[in-house]
């Protein structure tokens, strides 16, 4: 895709969501938040946020190495790059920086780092899918579903990642076996290696739920602070369905766009009046958007000119 029709689609998008979500009475809430909103639950939310690009490191750490240990710096500030890069550019085109920013800090081929972050990815869909359909069974939102239905949609996608790793580590042997793609599938599919010992499994998939749960903590504490209607259920349900549709390649300007018109639908959903669901829906942006573009730069500014071994990972 051409970068200037790139930006126009992504500016496209960011209109047509902000033609959705803004109304006159709700300008007129947003521009009393800056005296109204509590800010201790903002600041925490804040510090949230940084710890949950800690955990994603980690989790690359686990994913890339198949070691337990603890992230180095590098890669804490990769993540933060990554994530904000995911934000400033538009249809996810942040996700290309991670391999290239692991080839030059830890000398990981393109393909490698490729391949560990689609993992991640697909985890990741996983788990916030499991947390959306928990929610809403926690919520009773089941419309002609038995609650019992989602309780076990929800334990399946539970173990969909160890099934996931155990049937792709099957195709990873057979393509190796084949001589025009058993190079680029061996490294293509090196995190499936990493993850190979069960107790490394166990260690990244819990890293995501932790990453995602602490992530939906976070949300609780914005709407809480900036509206009395978003129960924490609600909250974790609108941050599960943020998540999602933040992961599709459609977004606009700042990231602005289809995660928080999921948000606003699944909150009202929960029974969240319309007004609040967006009020809280653009709170919520506008601290993972700073926390995004601050560590961000931060990670950018003081990773300048440096270059860590592999070890460090």
Not at 21 to 36: F, N, V
């Amino acid at each position: 895709m051409r970068p200037m029709l790139s930006v126009l689609l992504a500016v496209a998008v960011t209109a047509g969501c902000l033609w959705f979500l803004l109304t006159p009475e709700i300008l007129k809430s947003l521009g009393r938040l800056a005296t109204e909103a509590q800010l201790l639950p903002i600041l925490a939310a804040f510090m949230l946020g940084a710890l949950v690009q800690w955990l994603r490191a980690w989790r690359f750490a686990v994913m890339t190495t198949g070691r337990l240990a603890l992230p180095g710096v590098a890669l804490v500030r990769i993540a933060f790059q990554l994530n904000g890069l995911n934000f400033l550019l538009p249809f996810r085109l942040g996700e290309l920086s991670y391999p290239v920013l692991m080839r030059r800090h830890y000398g990981y081929s393109l393909l490698h780092s490729a391949g560990v972050l689609l993992l991640a990815r697909l985890f990741d869909l996983a788990t916030v899918g499991a947390i959306l359909v928990a929610a809403a069974a926690m919520l009773h939102l089941a419309v002609g579903v038995n609650r019992v239905v989602l309780v076990l949609g929800a334990l399946g996608l539970v173990v969909a990642p160890f099934g996931l790793a155990l049937a792709a580590r099957a195709l990873r042997l057979r393509m190796a076996q084949s001589s025009g793609t058993g190079e680029v599938a061996a490294r293509l599919t090196a995190g499936l290696a990493a993850i190979g010992d069960r107790h490394v499994a166990m260690t990244a998939v819990a890293l995501g739920f932790a990453i995602w749960l602490v992530f939906g903590f976070a949300a609780i504490l914005v709407a809480h602070a900036v509206v009395a209607t978003v129960s924490p259920g609600a909250a974790m349900l609108g941050a599960a369905a943020g998540n999602i549709a933040f992961a599709l390649p459609i977004n606009g300007i700042a990231g602005i766009g289809p995660a928080q018109a999921a948000w606003v639908v699944a909150t009202m959903w929960a029974g969240v009046p319309r007004d609040d669901a967006v009020i809280s829906a653009l709170a919520l942006h506008a601290v993972v958007l700073t926390n995004a573009i601050v560590l961000g730069a931060l990670a950018t500014i003081t990773g300048l000119g440096r270059k860590s071994p592999a070890s460090n990972t």
